[in-house]
């Protein structure tokens, strides 16, 4: 009797999902092979509503459907957006946010603090860049995708927030920090001496071009006649605000290009007529994304050159799909090239002059420039003797001599 019942069961579900896989299938043209694999997830969709031991709601399961197909790519970057994950993503790129004040990388499985933001609660509380997340709440990271720690890590200001850090050479930390309203200016810069200036981008927000092309005339008016641009721990954002500030630095022709899977091609410029001074650009192994889209873009012109590490390899783009129900998805579509053709993605950009740091300094993003910072004081050096000899543009050899 029970082997029947079962049969009847398994039967109804057959049917219902057959009915409604017809109609969808005739309503989308697909052909039988995609009817197959579509009507397995109608059977198995009709088959745990029908039988599961608790009622469960249509909604969650379609959702669950969909973030298990974007996990099924194994892309750090692609993740399925739940409402309230989706309303904070677009509320990030502003420049002011709710959180603790740190940006986070997503690599090879793992979380990690690539930059702190100066006098946040993260910053007050001792955390460092290259720090491991490795729980959130008492919630292990391993169990979350890359978009539930986000959401896990930020919400309403002023509630608390758990984090158990893993800080190479010691043993795993806890910190207690409070949630707060970040707001970000993601440009600063001074005069070194009486002809280089050295600027620090954090970050590329909305604002990020408006806030180089100001602290940039500044600059010159100071007597500028080289310039350190600092990148490191620069975790990227806008892509359209990176290629503002290209268009004050990078001589005229492609920044970066965008190609699709399908081979179509969208290129960004620069219509600077010639670069007007010698650059140095400071990375490391936490500057990614639009900031070594921006390095690359100076490295091939060879309008600067490149002091410190490799950078974190972010070479992908993603975009937002709003979907139906306050929701969307954040999906790996392309992947940017720099102007000489080559795909950072997962290889970074290489220094032309390597300096490595063991340790990041903890207040990368100050403007102190007399604590000794080895990478700096090379590219000090190198500007210095650029200045010396007239030049903008660098020669093959130059850093080599």
């Known amino acids: 009797m029970n082997k029947k019942i079962f049969g009847g069961i398994i039967l109804t579900a057959l049917i219902s999902a057959a009915l409604t896989l017809g109609l969808v299938c005739f309503l989308l043209g697909l052909n039988s092979s995609n009817a197959l694999d579509l009507g397995r997830f109608f059977v198995a969709m009709r088959f745990i ?5 608790q009622e469960v709601e249509r909604g969650k399961l ?4 969909i973030s298990g197909m974007v996990n099924s790519l194994n892309d750090p ?10 309303s904070q993503l677009r509320a990030e790129t502003s420049g002011a946010f709710g959180g603790i004040g740190v940006y ?7 979380v990690q603090i690539m930059s702190v933001i100066p006098d946040g609660p993260g910053f007050r509380a001792g955390l460092l860049a290259e720090d491991q997340i490795l729980a959130v709440d008492g919630y292990p990271v ?11 890590i930020r919400g309403q200001v002023g509630t608390p927030v758990e984090l158990l850090i893993h800080r190479e050479g010691s043993e795993d930390l806890t910190f207690n920090l409070t949630r707060e309203s970040i707001h970000t200016r993601t440009v600063a810069g001074k005069m070194i001496d009486n002809r280089l200036g050295y600027m620090k981008i954090s970050n590329f927000s909305e604002n990020t071009g408006d806030e180089f092309k100001s602290a940039l005339n500044e600059l010159k008016n100071s007597g500028m006649k080289g310039l350190v641009l600092d990148l490191r721990q620069n975790p990227g954002g806008v892509i359209t605000s990176c290629v503002e500030v290209a268009g004050e630095i990078v001589p005229a022709g492609t920044v970066t290009s965008v190609i699709k899977r399908d081979g179509s091609k969208e290129v960004y410029t620069s219509d600077l007529p010639a670069a007007n001074f010698p ?3 400071l990375l490391d192994r936490n500057s990614a994304s639009a900031a070594e889209l921006l390095a690359g873009a100076l490295q091939d012109t060879k309008a600067a050159i490149i002091v410190g590490e490799t950078s974190y390899g972010k070479g992908s783009v993603q975009t937002l799909i709003p979907m139906a129900h306050n929701d969307g998805l954040k ?3 392309a992947k940017y090239y720099t102007p000489n053709g080559k795909c950072i993605d997962g290889v970074g950009v290489s220094p032309d002059v390597e300096i490595k740091i063991p340790a990041p300094p903890h207040q990368m993003y100050d403007l102190n420039l007399d604590s000794e910072d080895l990478q700096l004081t090379k590219a000090e050096e190198l500007l210095n003797h650029q ?7 660098f020669d093959d050899n130059f850093w080599k001599e």
């Open 331 to 333: 999906l790996t579509i």
């Open 49 to 53: 509503e029908g039988n599961y031991v």
């Open 77 to 86: 970057h692609s993740i399925y957006l739940a409402p309230q994950l989706y």
């Open 62 to 65: 379609i959702d669950g459907a």
């Open 142 to 152: 391993d169990e979350m995708t890359s978009g539930e720690v986000a959401l896990r």
């Open 387 to 393: 200045v010396d000899a007239g030049k903008i543009l």
């Open 104 to 110: 986070m990388g997503f690599k090879n499985g793992g």
């Open 279 to 281: 650059i140095i650009v």
